[in-house]
């Protein structure tokens, strides 16, 4: 019996990760070198404003929270670029977890934008609403990304339209629906509990990044704890034979769009809280392009089958990390998107087997 | 001979009739709506649409699918407003190197779709992402057309007169001249019959020795011109070019064309189909605004349930169809 | 009547053709003439090389070695479109034309009449009328060709061959979708292009057809020729013999040592079919499945083994008859409701159907099982790799281990994977389609033993093959079809080589 060498088989996830990684590290690199106080990370709370070095080998802060521990859940805050790039790209990151899952059935998911519209102007509209207690506010915005998934889950699984026409009604759609619940409005809100959503900190990290992180872990324990992991990946490599199988193939894509409805319902409440209101015209505004791009950065074919969720995260990250440089370099963030395009093509040659054939033939004809 | 209507003639006959039904709704509803102004207002105001639609009607009967469309008219838009405004060319050339610009892009996509096998939907983002980014990179702001070929040419010499009050603007013309065209090459030349044989069957077009890779390429790189195209004809409805505008044009031409009734998998579609889904936004448009107190977020709902009622439709005729045909 | 052929001049001459895959020569040293005013049928079985043969005909693939000669001048298509320009056409079994356009459209497409650049409808419609006079055939040309049955495309798809001006017409398989008048008239249309003085290369499994149509025959095996022959001239029997490889004089008539079935008396039957049929698929069948009791299926290629296989797996829904499971009327309308009755389905062609390639041999192997479980009870990891060293050591998957993604095991080991899925769930019937096909000897004699050991733990099992030896091998009951019917069922001592093959020819055809 060959001795059992399943970790060296199971680094393809490794493999994959590498990628993305590289290129974020390469960003850090370029932005070590040229981009002056990119990485200093500072310290906050109540009147102190500590390096986070210092925060680390001194007493400063440490003894500063002994006297009011109260404050060390909600009240520290880690200030930075760095912060910022997973402060910002917390939105992407939520909706590409949920992209991961329907792109690794073989399918995509255009209304994501929208749904995120949808579900900041039901928040904005029940804060506002007499007698709703904040966890309804919550249910409610998350209920109807529930519903909206579900709705593009019918249209793929049982009506069995193509998903990027399916998706693409309530992409167009959706944000009507918005402005409808939003009465044509941009809502501003000031109910701190809701502004806390997008812009508070939990144990010094800004609070969109502790959702992510929660989202993250329950996304692989849904995935990798029960078989829908399997399901999926099965049903995006090889649907017929999956059929074949007995898996109830409907059942798995449905889910993943319901999935994704509700990470976009989770993205869409830190939106509207960032600005501290429902913009039913700009939430999410292509915001579902940045999700598809990083979950193919992170690995995962957009043809469907094994997915790498934290592959998509780190796609997500490379992307933010992509605008912040810009924005740090004084770069228009209008023209943010030619790199982008740059780095989409980049990645689509290098995932491509005819490029890598062609390169290979080109690489192998130089003389010696 | 008892006469049908073959099946595959269906969604286009429900689009006109949508198209009239609306059309006459509105002339029912609202005083106004049977003007001359209104009809040439409908025309004009919608053009670039128009054109922009038409080129998106070529990729999707082939298969493919375009994002960079929106980005595209935009970017055009403010390099000829940049051109003439800032480098002193006169309009004509403008227009003819933002022509050529529109067309590479289009080219380039189409080389790496097809010499690569990258997924359309992936390298046209990839060209939506870079033209807008490039618009900015032109000028950040948009910019104002002053120059004489523009404010009379195009307004004035170049308008069709209907009576004392109305004339067809330019734009209108640019619309019917490209309709005809689209209509021209998708039923009179062997690209356009081409290009409807990739959609139907790529493999089978393959061993009937048809050009497929030649017409692949040539089919993004006219969707690029189009798209181009229909940023010149912005600038003549905008008498301006500006690197922001048109967000979320290629899902109103996605939206056209489908109502149009072409499928989004290609192979059966209509370029009139496109030309009468275009005048539908329109008219929809048109229609809220003239209720008043509908708000233009209605618009984009009742799109959006417009396409899903024609995608449904599309499916069950195609049931329908495939029942006899194919089978056993 | 097949016109003489010394005044017949040779159109086709292929020498010596040779081509090799990696790792399989697909041809080797094979020639291949056809003759003008000719009707000349290939056949062979499974892997004999007839498609590949005539890919090199038709530019899609290139040959090693050999020659070409059309009308005493080598050739060397490339592409398609040489073949077309040199006046080879192909009608291929998916008919490979476009459905949604009309019937003069694809007969003219890529060589529109045009004026000035513009096409010229009425002139291709007029064209297309033409070519299907050709073929004595009136049709509505401005329909849309799915609109038109299969047999009907079919001869759109020759009035497009002829319209390029075909020498040499191909038909590949045209005859599988089609039911017995729509062949009876393709029949007449072929008889009359041969007349004519076209060159017509028939390549088909129906026995009758070859007896029906062509004027010789030519037989390959393994991408060998092994002869051409008078078809007249040719007794069925030896016909099957030649394609099978076996001499039937050679045939043992003693019986190979045979698995014993399942010990005890008559048992009652686990599922029985009756009546069970499909339009283009198999004609209504009736079958019996008893626990413990290996069931042969034996025909040759596309006689409806797979169809039948389908049929009662569920993939593709009956017409006409009935299935009973333990006494019940049961509707087989999906695989799942199929799987929940306990049965289990190795498919033949196991990459598109079977295997799910990027996943792991763990993966694969708990699929159907895990399938059954549902969402919520998920095998543990654990479990997953117990369960999949079992399968792993039971059948001998040669793998350097359970993670080892799927693609890149061999066909036989994937094969083995995929009889583990199926295991795995403990099946009640078994149905196996060609489950030692691209598998080594001794995996093979493996896999025979352990359908020997299932069938005595219980176990009923449809075996389908097309190595007679091994049906005869491992079976209890056999039974044979030919040209999509069942036409025997043979039981216990009447089982042997011999006795399959005569029962797959029939009659010998009368001249």
Redesign the interface.
Known sequence: MPRDRSWHLESDWLSKLVWPVAALVLLLLFNWLFTPGFFQVEVRCAHLRVPLAEALTTRTVVSHLAEHPGEILTDVHLYGTLIDILNHGAKVMLLALGMTLVIATGGVDLSVGAVMAIAGAVAAQLIHAAGVPFPVVIAAALGISLAAGAWNGMLVGLLRIQPIVATLILMVAGRGVAQLIADGQIITFTDERLVYVGNGHLLGLPFPVAIVAVALAATVVLTRKTAVGLFIESVGDNETATRYSGVNARVVKFMAYVFSGLCAGFAGLVAASNIKCADSNHAGLFLELDAILAVVVGGTALTGGRFYLLGSVAGALLIQALTTTMYMRDVSPDIAPVPKALVIVAVCLLQSETFRKKAAALVGRRPA | MRRRI???YIPLAATALVLVALYTAGCLSYPNFASPRVAVDLLGDNAFLGVAAIGATFVILSGG?D?SVGSVVAFTSILIASLVGEHGVHPLPAIAIALAVGAALGSAMGC?IH?????P???T??????A???G??VR?QSLGIKHAFYVEDIIQNLAIPVSRQVSIPFTAVCFVVVFVAGL?VA????FG??V??IG??E????????PIGRTKILIYTCAGLFSALAGVVRTFYMQSGD??SC?GLE?DA??AV?IGGTL??G??GFVAGTGMGVLILGLIQTIINFQGNL?T?????????L??VF??LQ?VVAAA??R????? | MPMEEAGQSVLLEMRGIGKRFPGVQALDAVDFTVRRGQVHALIGENGAGKSTLIKTLTGAYRRDTGTIHLDGRPIDPRTPKDAETLGISTVYQEVNLIPHLSVAENICLGRQPTRFGAIRWRAIARRAVEALARLELELDVSRQLSSCSIAIQQMVAIARALDISAKLLILDEPTSSLDEKEVAELFSVVRRLRDQGLGIVFITHFLDQVYDVSDRVTVLRDGRLVGEYETAGLPRVELVSRMIGKEITQVEAARPDRLPGAAGGAREAFAEVRGLGRKGSIAPIDMTFTPGEAVGLAGLLGSGRTETARLLFGIDRAETGEVRVGGRKVALTSPRRAIRLGFGFTPEDRRVEGIIPNLSVRENIVLALQAGRGIWRPLSRKRQAEIAQQFIRALGIKTPSAEQVAANLSGGNQQKVLLARWLATQPKLLILDEPTRGIDVGAKAEIENLVGRLCAEGMAILFISSELEEVVRTCQRVVVLRDRAKVDELVGPRIDEQAIMHTIAGHDHAA
């Open positions: 073959p099946a595959k699918i994002l790496l010499f690569y096998r990258l997924p939907f992936l390298v983002l990839a060209g939506m992402f870079f807008r980014g490039m900015f990179v950040e021209y039923h009179y030349t062997r019959r081409t409807y044989a139907g069957d493999q089978s077009a393959r061993l009937m020795g048809l690197p922001a967000v899902l996605i939206a489908v989004l998998s192979r059966v708000n977020w209605w618009t984009k709902i009742v799109v959006g349930l396409v899903l995608i449904l499916n169809s495939g006899s045909g194919k089978g056993g």
